[in-house]
């Protein structure tokens, strides 16, 4: 007991970055608040309750279940700014596959923003190449 709930606790903390498996997110988030994980309890019980009061907001629920800007295609987009800036949304949640595509795809459709296009996924490749 005294492994297992601190390695839910991490797997649900890295969870919760990556906006993935809310159910992990909030059954972590309970463990830090049961008492057997030893001295740092009066630290873990406050972040714990923090934390879930977190989850429980509806725009944390919505990041974990997905912006909706990932579920478009790129020609779905009426302007280069939203495919701008959904690209960029997956370029912050770390699907750097993906942001390079619908820059790509941006870049095609409104050559005028070309250059910035060229440049952020400069800086995705900078990211990627760190990485590996």
Same mark, same amino acid.
Do not use: H
């Given at each position: 007991?005294?492994?297992?709930?601190?390695?839910?606790?991490?797997a649900?903390?890295?969870?919760?970055? +990556?906006r993935?498996?809310?159910?992990m997110?909030?059954a972590?988030a309970?463990?830090?608040m049961?008492?057997?994980l030893g001295?740092c309890?009066?630290?873990?019980l406050p972040i714990?309750?923090?934390?879930?009061?977190l989850?429980r907001? +509806?725009?944390i !629920?919505?990041?974990?279940?997905?912006?909706p800007? !990932?579920? +478009?295609s790129?020609?779905?987009?009426?302007?280069?700014?939203d495919?701008?800036?959904a690209a960029?949304?997956?370029? &912050?949640?770390?699907?750097?596959?993906?942001?390079?595509a619908?820059? &790509?795809s941006a870049?095609a459709r409104w050559?005028? +923003?070309?250059n910035?296009i060229?440049?952020c996924?400069?800086?995705?490749?900078?990211k990627?190449a760190?990485?590996m």
């Amino acid at each position: 007991m005294f492994m297992v709930l601190p390695g839910l606790g991490l797997a649900g903390a890295v969870s919760m970055l +990556q906006r993935r498996r809310y159910a992990m997110s909030v059954a972590a988030a309970c463990c830090m608040m049961i008492p057997v994980l030893g001295p740092c309890f009066g630290l873990t019980l406050p972040i714990g309750i923090w934390v879930l009061v977190l989850l429980r907001r +509806q725009q944390i !629920q919505e990041a974990f279940a997905g912006t909706p800007e !990932q579920s +478009q295609s790129p020609n779905e987009y009426d302007n280069a700014d939203d495919a701008i800036a959904a690209a960029s949304t997956l370029d &912050r949640n770390g699907e750097w596959d993906a942001a390079i595509a619908l820059y &790509r795809s941006a870049a095609a459709r409104w050559p005028e +923003q070309a250059n910035y296009i060229d440049n952020c996924i400069k800086e995705i490749a900078k990211k990627q190449a760190a990485t590996m």
